[in-house]
């Protein structure tokens, strides 16, 4: 497609392990163990895991923070593991990172001032009066009153830090941002107005996000697009309505039955189908993933809709 | 069902200050509730709204030189709010029993996880070694731990995050308690993990006829396992009734603002609801009239009570002040 941002193609990201007397590899953790995916302009991608399962060490990959083992990220047409590509295309200015806690992402000697203009700094030439200006503004967009720019991290509430998160991703007019778990620390009511912001933000400027987290009910709430990942690998790519709709790995189907309804009449028909769904993946789990415990490769079951099926269910279906 | 048998714990105007600079200031500040047997009584509200408080005051574990509380916390014939040290001690894990949030923390690294939870019953009971360590592996039985003679010669760093709140739930229950309070007790877990112990919770409280406090932020957590519910908003109650109710009707505006703001698929494109202002904090507390009224000010001050108290709107359904008869969201 035309309009893609940025195409992850056979990512791996594998940790060595080091034991015996010479220290040497002996094993591999096989964080991020092969996944393709692609994310469009403007687009919020989901990405959903539990803990363990190498969501976060993929976003990391692809800001270029954890070096990938193997594999391409393809951006405007280049290989961007390579860091001398990655100077080459400007590309730690067009991709951002929003962290999980804001508090331990913002240096808390420097002032919101400084915190903000800091990718300022790295990527543009500006004035200090220019550069104030350009701070005010981004503090604006973010609803934050003027005078924070003097302040310190500690002196605000966890939104209004994410808040500040979100104001330093933005800085550079990135057109991807990373945001791992941004608002999983965060209130309900807090977290709704961090995801607002994420999302006028999103519209005004054409950004692209991709999205990771733990939390079905917010992924649905920002995603049209969205992979499930799993033991490093993804078990289901597609829409959000065709997943949701229609999940077809035992694993999407857990993860989706596992979501607390707020629908108090049919907890008992939840729970009861939850249990029962549970019961079906402890005795059928094997079936679904190979000798090695690893997830299929993923095939098309319909359009915009790939699901990581075993070999027998491809041809003969369910 | 109703007589005064079937009431485990009765709180009344509960108020537990900390001292903040020398002057005590009130996270709970007036709160009633009393918890029956065989009911799960959730207590929801955001961060800095004193739900902890409340848990921490009913078990005691709070620094007393810097901690005021105040009212009746009345289990059996005892009140806990004036109960000694030692008393204490033979009440909580014996009567009452905790589940915290991080297992992490509440677990001894050094220790083997099943001598942890023997700790309790060489406390409160006359077993010796063997008897206490048969029990406690027939608690990991229990709750649902696979080999539970390998897993109690291990120690924290070996579990996932899931069995050790399985530790930490034997815990609780090893004496048997009535009382079970958990604060937070899936919020470090995933989701697939905390629907397993939501569900080992009930089990276990059907199972032993006790009475459980649920404290969390997690609406759906609420919806899914609760009887009654108590919303607290800065250190009070504002609104309590069954679940059915509370989800079915809410009432009070804070209420039906915090339901507004989930997620939820249905609303796509829309804004999610945004509770105007913050929480304020500890100090900042307004005192006299209703707490919630700087969240919602399009709503004329003689809406408002002087005085918010609780009303009960139909049997069974409190709401605190008459705001809520004419409330309307800001954009209506």
Not at chain 1, 14 to 24: D, L
Not at chain 1, 270 to 281: G, K, S, T, V, Y
Request: glycine share 6%; proline share 4%; with cysteine.
């Amino acid at each position: 497609m035309a309009n893609e941002i940025i195409q992850i193609k056979d990512l791996k990201v594998h940790y060595p392990v080091r034991s015996g007397f010479w220290n040497r590899i002996t094993d591999y953790v096989r964080a991020v163990d092969g996944i393709s995916f692609s994310i469009k302009e403007g687009e919020t991608y989901g990405l959903i895991g539990e803990s363990g399962s190498g969501k976060s060490t993929t976003g990391k990959a692809i800001v270029g923070v954890e070096k990938a083992t193997s594999g391409q990220i393809i951006y405007k047409g280049q290989d961007i593991t390579k860091a001398s590509v990655r100077r080459k295309l400007n590309y730690n200015k067009d991709v951002q990172m929003i962290f999980q806690d804001s508090m331990s992402s913002l240096n808390p000697r420097k002032r919101i001032e400084d915190i903000i203009a800091e990718p300022i700094r790295n990527f543009e030439n500006l004035t200090t009066d220019q550069e104030r200006d350009r701070v005010q503004e981004l503090l604006d967009i973010v609803g934050m009153p003027s005078d924070s720019i003097y302040k310190f991290p500690h002196e605000f509430s966890g939104g209004q830090r994410q808040r500040i998160g979100i104001a330093r991703a933005v800085a550079t007019n990135p057109k991807l941002i990373v945001a791992d778990e941004p608002t999983s620390a965060l209130d309900l009511s807090v977290q709704a107005q961090v995801l607002n912001f994420m999302k006028h933000i999103q519209q005004q400027y054409n950004i692209a996000f991709l999205f990771i987290s733990h939390d079905l009910g917010v992924i649905k709430h920002m995603s049209k697009n969205l992979a499930i990942m799993h033991r490093g690998r993804l078990v289901e790519v597609g829409s959000l309505e065709e997943i949701y709709k229609n999940p077809m790995h035992i694993y999407t189907k857990r993860l989706l039955a596992a979501i607390p309804q707020v629908d108090v009449e049919n907890r008992d028909a939840h729970a009861n189908e939850r249990r029962r769904i549970e019961r079906e993946f402890q005795k059928n789990q094997k079936d679904w993933y190979d000798k090695d415990g690893r997830v299929y490769p993923l095939q098309e079951v319909a359009p915009n809709h790939l699901v990581a099926l075993p070999k027998e269910q491809i041809d003969g279906g369910e | 069902m109703d007589n005064h048998q079937d009431i485990l714990l009765d709180v009344e105007n509960l108020h537990t200050g900390y001292r903040l600079q020398g002057k005590f200031y009130d996270a709970v500040d007036g709160v009633d509730f009393t918890l029956k047997r065989n009911e799960v009584l959730a207590i929801v509200g955001e961060s800095g709204c004193g739900k902890s408080t409340i848990a921490s005051s009913i078990v005691g574990l709070y620094d007393r030189k810097n901690t005021r509380v105040t009212g009746d916390i009345k289990y059996k014939n005892l009140n806990l709010v004036s109960l000694t040290d030692g008393l204490f001690d033979q009440i909580r894990g014996n009567d009452i029993g905790m589940i915290f949030q991080d297992p992490m923390s509440s677990l001894n690294p050094l220790m083997k996880v099943g001598d942890q939870v023997a700790e309790s019953l060489l406390y409160h009971t006359k077993m010796n070694k063997g008897q206490r360590r048969a029990r406690v592996i027939e608690l990991f039985k229990e709750v649902g731990m696979p080999k539970p003679e390998t897993m109690y010669d291990m120690y924290p760093h070996e579990l996932s995050g899931g069995l050790r709140q399985r530790v930490v739930i034997a815990m609780a229950v090893a004496c048997k308690p009535e009382i079970i309070i958990a604060d937070e007790p899936t919020t470090a877990l995933d989701v697939t993990i905390q629907a397993q112990i939501l569900d080992l919770l009930k089990e276990i409280q059907k199972e032993s006829e006790s009475g459980i406090i649920l404290i969390t932020h997690d609406l759906g957590v609420v919806a899914e396992t609760a009887d009654e519910v108590a919303v607290m908003y800065a250190g009070q109650i504002v609104e309590k009734a069954d679940v059915k109710t509370l989800f079915s009707h809410p009432l009070h505006p804070y209420t039906r603002s915090l339901l507004n703001s989930m997620p939820q698929s249905d609303a796509d494109d829309e804004d999610l609801h945004v509770i105007q202002g913050t929480v304020p904090s500890l100090k900042n507390m307004p005192r006299e009239g209703d707490r919630f009224a700087a969240r919602i000010p399009w709503i004329p001050a003689s809406e408002h009570e002087k005085v918010p108290v609780m009303h009960e709107v139909e049997p069974n359904h409190f709401v605190r002040c008459t705001c809520w008869k004419n409330f309307h969201f800001q954009n209506d």
